[in-house]
């Protein structure tokens, strides 16, 4: 069974290339050029791109490249899943479905699941190496989807960002929220709900709002000590360590993982992001 996934799971390059799974990429747009996100262009440089006042914009994968992958499955015979990043935050997912439904109309036989997770960055990306496990467990298409689907359901996301402002920009909140965050160094508490980013308290300094993160996790995550649980970061290593060891020391769970968040997700979110990802409610199997 092939597994498809775009890049605003900000996973790195290598577990693709390790895990079979296809990589399909958003597009990310600077100085008048586009790119190919992960594959295309080093991330490093849409920060540095930022920090000098750029403004980098993003669009969905190419419909050609699902058209070609699609067609390509329909004649290997064999069966396939594509777990897409949010509906509410991208168009990726709706031009997978219109190609989908193209390809089909072809081929009647093809054999693939859309999954639209409803999550972002490295939930989206969790929820993706869950389907790998999966797969390697032996379970079929469909037990493998419906267990993507409980996944993503329960992934939770809370993340805080370092200036409203890249979001604000970007349509993601509201502009007035933007300015009255900056106006008094206000560092928001954000939440994907229904895959929508939902800004939900305001703390005045990081380290109130890090602390919160903890009481929020404690509040709704199930047998966290269980989990493998995700830190994204907006190039900055060492708060994002600092928030390990807080989760660390407060809940320890099976392990942390620390992922660099990707071109498409930090267009958006901007250097300084700090998110966090884990479950609401635990597999019983």
Known sequence: MRIYADSASDLPKSFYEENNVTLIPLRVHMNNEEYADVVGIDVLKVYEFIR???????????????????????K??????????????SGTYSTAVMIYKQVKEQYPDLKLTIVDSKCASLGYGLVVKEAVRLREAGLSLDEISEKVRLNAQHMEHFFTVEDLDYLARGGRVSKAS???????????????????LVPIEKHRGRKKVMKRILDKMEETGDRLSDQVIAISHGDDLATAEEMKAMIMDKFQPKAVEIHLIGSAVASHAGPGTLAIFYLNQYPTA
């Open 178 to 196: 933007a300015f009255i965050g900056g106006l008094l160094s206000i560092k928001p508490l954000l939440h994907v709900e229904d895959g929508k």
């Open 76 to 89: 290997s015979g064999e069966e396939g899943l594509y777990i897409a990043f949010s509906s509410e935050l």
């Open 52 to 74: 000098q006042g750029g403004q980098p914009k993003t669009s969905q994968a190419s419909p050609e490249l699902f058209l070609e992958l699609f067609e390509e499955l329909a």
